[in-house]
T-cell receptor
Framework: GQQVMQIPQYQHVQEGEDFTTYCNSS?????IQWYKQRPGGHPVFLIQ?????EVKKQKRLTFQFGEAKKNSSLHITATQTTDVGTYFC?????????FGGGTRLMVKP | NAGVTQTPKFRILKIGQSMTLQCTQD?????MYWYRQDPGMGLKLIYY???????DKGEVPNGYNVSRSTTEDFPLRLELAAPSQTSVYFC???????????FGNGTRLTVT
């Protein structure tokens, strides 16, 4: 079946440093979605990418979808303590949405 | 503006007990999902539904049952609780199969 791998599992950064999480799918995706889950909270939808090579920005967050539509990344510029949480990618293919394992971001003030 | 509502928020069960986790959404979404999330881990799909009267197994369905008699409600039933079912359970809904998911706040279940 479809697999979605996400790296790294954990990342500690100093406030102000940049952060990137990567998502790789075993199959070509129709779209990829990104979610953020704050500690003790529920996943909240951030963005959806559909087109090959697509890049979208939300303030300090930049999302990319690979040319082959099998990988994606989320980059946060100048992290803040409010960025703390776990970031999940979820790839849609074959009528199924598959979540990656998530990257837990910890920010030291 | 309720969205997806899950009850209860917390529950402690003894081994062998049964319970139903409730999930209701007011967005008229056809697609509904149940996920479980073990501590520090990702989301695993238990069951899903593409509309009233239609349900299907996800990745980890054993020990659970679901029903979907209305568009709004998608309850998850645990018949014989086991310690391995200790987890946080999230219900989610979506407009279409490839649409973003709207999650409920979750139910934290402990089986001892």
């Amino acid at each position: 079946g479809q697999q979605v791998m996400q790296i790294p599992q954990y990342q500690h950064v100093q406030e102000g440093e940049d952060f990137t999480t990567y998502c790789n799918s075993s199959t070509t995706l129709s779209n990829i979605q990104w979610y953020k889950q704050r500690p003790g909270g529920h996943p909240v939808f951030l963005i959806q990418l559909v087109k090959s090579g697509e890049v979208k920005k939300q303030k300090r967050l930049t999302f990319q979808f690979g040319e082959a539509k099998k990988n994606s990344s989320l980059h946060i510029t100048a992290t803040q303590t409010t960025d703390v949480g776990t970031y999940f990618c979820a790839g849609y293919a074959g009528n199924m949405l598959t979540f990656g394992g998530g990257t837990r971001l910890m920010v030291k003030p | 503006n309720a969205g997806v509502t899950q009850t209860p928020k917390f529950r402690i069960l003894k081994i062998g007990q049964s319970m139903t986790l409730q999930c209701t959404q007011d967005m008229n979404h056809n697609y509904m999902y149940w996920y479980r999330q073990d501590p520090g881990m990702g989301l695993k799909l238990i069951y899903y539904s593409v509309g009233a009267g239609i349900t299907d197994k996800g990745e980890v369905p054993n020990g659970y049952n679901v029903s979907r008699s209305t568009t709004e409600d998608f309850p998850l039933r645990l018949e014989l609780a086991a310690p391995s079912q200790t987890s946080v359970y999230f219900c989610a809904s979506a407009t279409f199969a490839d649409s973003p998911l709207h999650f409920g706040n979750g139910t934290r279940l402990t089986v001892t």
